[in-house]
């Protein structure tokens, strides 16, 4: 049985297709969340790389902010019991943390024993301490989001970025920037602004390993490590931490057969 | 395109506690508009003040706090905010203080009109903002403002220092009335009153304690509407009546096993702060979609004052929810979440008011704790529309049901 989960986040959307609640046949993740034709371009490359169509899909799930505005789906869930899921598929009952910082906002979930979300806590509505803060951030130092920490693995001295205003801290880098402070330093300065603001997040919920981080920041290994040293654990990583969400919503749709 | 038909709304029984206390709310208003005319006195009160000294001395009543709330729920609190803002005031500052002093300088308002005050009787048992909110009317208005000082209180217990502090400012405040409009204070009436206010709360701290029985007789956001009552008449006879009928109908309810929540009652949950007015249908859609019942709420019984003295009386005025500290006000909710079977934590991070959204974090942990349920928040504002996203909201309900859904 096939069961597809589509993922339709604020700036990007992810799609994976599952063959009975346990094998991943595919993913695919486009640019483009809600409101724009990422979702279907997902899709898209999903029946291009299986010689699939959406007939031999048994039922389809979608999650994220976009859920509501699909029609394409048979139901629809929150993305915070899809990353649930999807954090147990990849790391079994142990897991007892996930920690996602998404486009627009950042979540904390906590599981219980037997694999299921018992509690969550997310960031207000300001955008300091999600992803949307580094994109900001990366555009003003014209880097591409994703060389964020291989550069700011090179620091010496990170800077220290006070604001956690969005805007503030915009101004922030841009007169450290002008005050000559070296580029690595300033983008650590960043990383480190994120993981403190995420931190006193997860604090609020009382950290228990084994933890993970989920969504598109989680490949941010300097932001990741930094995040870990301030709680005290180890952050757990897998390549497959951006489809969480979609991977939870296949794995839902497959339990709701 | 298909012209809308519009539903014709049905009629209210006129014995019905719902038009009993709808017509109380709406006639204190009319009452004060009435007062002034005929050149007697009225008073602008803050909602945890001791309506019996005004009840008493006979003076009319309008309660800031419900016109701003009642402005928000229709529609015009963002324009009331903006007319405040212009004027220099901080869009941190309380909403409900922002629509009261852009009232005070426009003094029309379509969606809530009110009289305009002679005197302003604040209390600062709800917050600090209080103060400098009727301290700058004062200014505006040029009328006297008479404060009652009820302090945060960091012990459990209200002490009898804490008791005589307040209660000598109570005759205080009474002498002060009577002095600025020659009134005279009768201990008759004033007993009177007393026995209204006690028997109004007596039945409204039933009525909302009927939320015990699964599933509840009625909706939870019913008691946002009818708390307007308990907080500007509780003291009159007609709200003592119209409380106890609420009472008898909640009864009954559960009796015939029907409710004013419409939906089949799947999840149940406590709700924390005050009601996000500009957005109460769509906060109350999100529960009810999804058969989630909002059964209890410290905002309403916070309006019950039930005493048999003087000092009694006094010290429940010092035992108003923003007045007392994080474990007194934990343990009342925890006691409120077992008593009504409570599966989740509701709780508006409300914008506008810094004291109560401030330790809600700590709070609402412990009290997730004690009772071993999940707990979530959404940003909001009891007046100010600009602080809240319906797509958040929704995704945090929806969680906060996915896991009651899995811990059944
Ligand atoms: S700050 Fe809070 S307690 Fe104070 S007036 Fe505003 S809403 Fe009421």
Request: hydrophobic share 40%; aromatic share 8%; glycine share 8%.
């Amino acid at each position: 049985m096939y069961t597809l989960g589509i993922d339709i986040g604020s700036t990007t959307s992810k799609c994976a297709l599952m063959k009975d609640g346990k094998e991943i046949v595919a993913t695919s993740l486009r640019v483009g969340g809600m409101g724009t034709d990422g979702p279907e371009a997902a899709i898209t490359d999903i029946w291009a790389r299986t010689y699939l169509t959406r007939s031999d899909v048994d039922k389809v799930i979608v999650t994220g902010y976009g859920r509501k505005n699909y029609e394409g789906a048979d139901g629809e869930v929150s993305e915070l019991t899809c990353h649930a899921f999807g954090g147990n598929y990849v790391y079994g009952n142990e897991l007892r943390t996930i920690i996602d910082i998404g486009g627009q906002d950042a979540k904390v979930i906590c599981m219980n024993d037997q694999g299921r979300m018992s509690n969550f806590i997310m960031n207000d509505k300001c955008a300091a301490g999600t992803g949307r803060f580094l994109e900001v951030m990366a555009n003003i130092l014209k880097m591409d989001i994703n060389n964020l920490s291989d550069c700011a693995m090179q620091s010496t001295s990170p800077a220290s970025i006070s604001s956690t205003c969005t805007v503030f801290a915009e101004s922030e880098v841009i007169s450290q920037l002008a005050n000559g402070v070296k580029r690595p330093d300033l983008v650590a300065g960043i990383c480190e602004s994120v993981a403190t603001r995420v931190g006193a997040l997860v604090r609020r919920v009382q950290v228990k390993e084994k933890v993970c981080m989920s969504g598109g920041v989680a490949a941010n290994e300097y932001l990741r490590k930094v995040l870990g040293d301030k709680l005290g654990v180890t952050i757990e990583y897998d390549p497959l931490a951006q489809y969480f969400g979609a991977i939870g919503a296949a794995i839902y749709a497959y339990n709701k057969k | 395109m298909a012209e809308e038909v519009k539903k014709a709304p049905r009629p209210v029984d006129p014995n019905s506690a719902k038009y009993k206390l709808g017509k109380i709310a709406g006639d204190a208003y009319v009452n004060a508009i009435e007062a002034k005319k005929q050149g007697k006195p009225v008073a602008w009160v803050s909602s945890n003040f001791p309506v019996e000294i005004p009840e008493t001395l006979g003076i009319a009543t309008v309660y800031p706090e419900n016109q701003a709330a009642g402005i928000a729920a229709r529609g015009a609190g963002e324009r009331m905010c903006d007319v405040a803002e212009a004027e220099g005031y901080s869009n941190d500052i309380c909403a409900y203080a922002r629509v009261s002093l852009a009232y005070a300088k426009l003094k029309e308002c379509p969606e809530q009109d009110v009289a305009m005050p002679d005197v302003l009787l604040c209390c600062n048992n709800i917050c600090n903002c209080m103060i400098k909110w009727y301290e700058n009317l004062a200014q505006e208005l040029n009328i006297p403002m008479i404060i009652l000082d009820i302090p945060f209180n960091p012990d459990y217990e209200v002490s009898q220092a804490f008791i005589d502090y307040v209660g000598a400012q109570f005759w205080d405040a009474v002498h002060q009335l009577e002095e600025i409009f020659n009134i005279k204070w009768d201990d008759k009436k004033f007993e009177e009153v007393t026995g209204f206010s006690c028997r109004s709360s007596k039945a409204w701290l039933a009525a909302t304690g009927e939320a015990h029985w699964t599933p509840s007789p009625f909706n939870g956001f019913d008691l946002l509407n009818h708390m307007a009552v308990m907080v500007t008449a509780r003291g009159k006879a007609e709200a003592a009546e119209a409380m106890e009928t609420l009472l008898k109908e909640y009864k009954e309810n559960h009796e015939k096993g029907v409710s004013t929540f419409r939906e089949e009652e799947k999840y149940r949950i406590m709700f924390e702060g005050i009601a996000c007015w500009p957005y109460l249908r769509a906060t109350s859609k999100g529960l009810k979609s999804r058969g989630i019942n909002m059964v209890t709420t410290i905002y309403a019984d916070a309006f019950g004052f039930d005493y048999s003295s003087f000092d009694e009386m006094i010290a429940a005025y010092c035992s108003v929810p923003n007045a007392i500290n994080l474990e007194k006000a934990r343990d009342k909710r925890v006691k409120l979440c077992k008593d009504d079977n409570v599966e989740g934590l509701l709780v508006h991070t409300n914008r506008s008011c810094k004291l109560w959204s401030g330790f809600m974090p700590e709070m609402s942990r412990q009290i997730g704790e004690a009772c071993g349920i999940p707990v979530a928040s959404f940003d909001g504002d009891q007046a100010d529309p600009r602080n809240f996203s319906e797509a958040q909201y929704d995704t945090r309900v929806q969680g906060l049901m996915e896991i009651m859904e899995s811990n059944k």
